[in-house]
């Protein structure tokens, strides 16, 4: 039998490969159970809050292991058997074991603890998060990468940390006519004898397939990621699409023939129909394009983007700045109640397309500006721009802190940050309290059901 691992003379209570028996007393950022085993913390993938548990450590560190779930000796009131077939395998879900009142459950009582550990904020209200009446077949989105192992053509997800590919017949997170589309591929590559791409050799043509879909307008875009400019039989594949797929606009060919990681190229064509699909946020329109960022939940957005545009507490008079302001979905809501909508970006892409959906939908009192945010705000103080209201929605790593400080040089009454991520949002609201500025409440928003992820709203207002 081996020893027990040794770490600064201190030895650890668990030995790899040896089974124990404990109780999930909480639970994980990524929906895992986590224990104590003679005050040693072992973190438990597909255990729940509550469960007593067989299970086998699989991996030490210094100060915690990774166990593997052998048995459920207690089971939790909110444990349900998964409705996927390969939700074990594949790496797109991890709390579909859990109720839905769980689920929601969890994602409440995170945000509350990284608020309190992180932010160092003990006096600020957490909502109850914000779900779904019918929390599946959500995604108006879904990139699915393509191989062929040994003459069979798998098209699905990553598993968990890996880049072996799970097939697919049905995901329950994504829209139905996604289903259908990796169907009729799968057909016309075998078909038509159609290589999938290679990442070792980078050989082969067809690196993915996107789906895209119009949640209120019904329509469909099919996008062919490939590793170079030819696609053979892509009349076949046009005709069958068009045939089958109900909604259906348009078809695209995205070109990546670079040996990457990153699934789009830069260049797009169009196959057949529009070069966009046409979609609602609330009363707004969007043209969506291959390459744009657009909200994967439609119908959790406008709840997300509602809630922001409550917290800016809007009377009319206001002038308003989006710091983070994409392609100009956030700023539109906003423009229905403000004066003015200043909106900074740093890629002009985003930028040109945010002007072209102010134009589309007749909204007058907006203005987009590129450039970072903590360059563009002292600019535009210098100008004589006073912002009422700071709205930041910021990538995952969170605001940088000199950005923070320009935002409270300018002296807005009213914070709106818009998080997807409660770990570098509290972070950020504990720098905001130091800067002057007290945090009051927090929306979370359930934007993708069956996975850990968690939004926030927060409304922060100046001491």
Aim: aromatic share 8%; glycine share 8%.
């Amino acid at each position: 039998m081996k020893s027990n691992k040794k770490f600064d003379n201190y030895i650890i209570p668990v030995k790899k490969n040896e089974d124990y028996i404990m109780t999930i007393d909480n639970m994980g950022y990524e929906g895992e159970g986590v224990g104590k085993i003679d005050n040693f913390t072992v973190f438990v993938a597909g255990a729940i809050l509550g469960e007593k548990v067989k299970i086998k450590i699989v991996k030490i560190s210094k100060n915690f292991a990774f166990g593997k779930l052998l048995e459920i000796i207690e089971s939790s009131s909110s444990r349900i058997e998964p409705v996927c077939s390969i939700y074990k395998n594949c790496g797109g879900c991890n709390l579909q074991h859990i109720d839905y009142t769980g689920q929601l459950d969890f994602k409440t009582n995170r945000v509350i603890q990284v608020i309190n550990r992180i932010g160092k904020l003990e006096d600020v209200i957490v909502h109850p998060t914000l779900g779904m009446e019918k929390p599946y077949n959500y995604r108006n989105k879904v990139q699915l990468p393509v191989s062929n192992k040994n003459g069979t053509i798998d098209i699905g997800f990553y598993a968990a940390r890996s880049h072996d590919i799970i097939n697919m017949e049905t995901c329950h997170i994504q829209d139905k006519v996604a289903d259908v589309v990796v169907k009729l591929t799968k057909q016309w590559m075998k078909e038509y004898n159609i290589q999938s791409y290679n990442e070792e050799n980078h050989k082969g043509l067809l690196r993915h397939i996107m789906i895209r879909k119009g949640f209120k307008t019904g329509e469909v875009m099919v996008v062919l990621v490939t590793n170079g400019k030819n696609i053979p039989y892509k009349e076949e594949f046009i005709a069958t699409m068009t045939k089958k797929i109900q909604g259906l606009v348009s078809v695209v060919q995205n070109i990546n023939s670079e040996k990457t990681n990153v699934i789009l190229g830069a260049k797009c064509v169009t196959l057949w129909g529009k070069d966009t699909i046409t979609d609602y946020i609330g009363e707004f329109k969007f043209e969506v394009s291959p390459l744009s960022f657009f909200q994967v939940n439609s119908i959790q957005t406008e709840k997300l983007y509602s809630k922001a545009l409550e917290y800016a507490n809007l009377s009319g008079g206001e002038v308003v700045l989006d710091a983070y302001c994409g392609t100009g979905t956030i700023s539109l809501f906003l423009s229905q109640k403000a004066k003015k909508v200043y909106g900074v970006e740093i890629v002009p892409e985003a930028i040109e397309n945010a002007i072209i959906n102010a134009k589309e939908n007749k909204v007058n009192n907006t203005e987009f500006i590129v450039g970072e945010a903590e360059s563009a705000i002292p600019k535009l103080i210098s100008l004589g721009v006073q912002a009422d209201v700071v709205v930041v929605d910021p990538p995952r790593k969170g605001c940088d802190k000199t950005l923070l400080e320009a935002i409270s040089s300018m002296g807005p009454r009213t914070i709106v940050y818009v998080s997807c991520d409660p770990g570098t949002l509290a972070r950020d609201l504990g720098i905001l309290d130091e800067l002057g500025y007290k945090t009051l409440e927090i929306q979370p928003v359930d934007m993708f059901p069956q996975t850990a992820h968690v939004e926030c709203v927060a409304r922060i207002e100046k001491k």
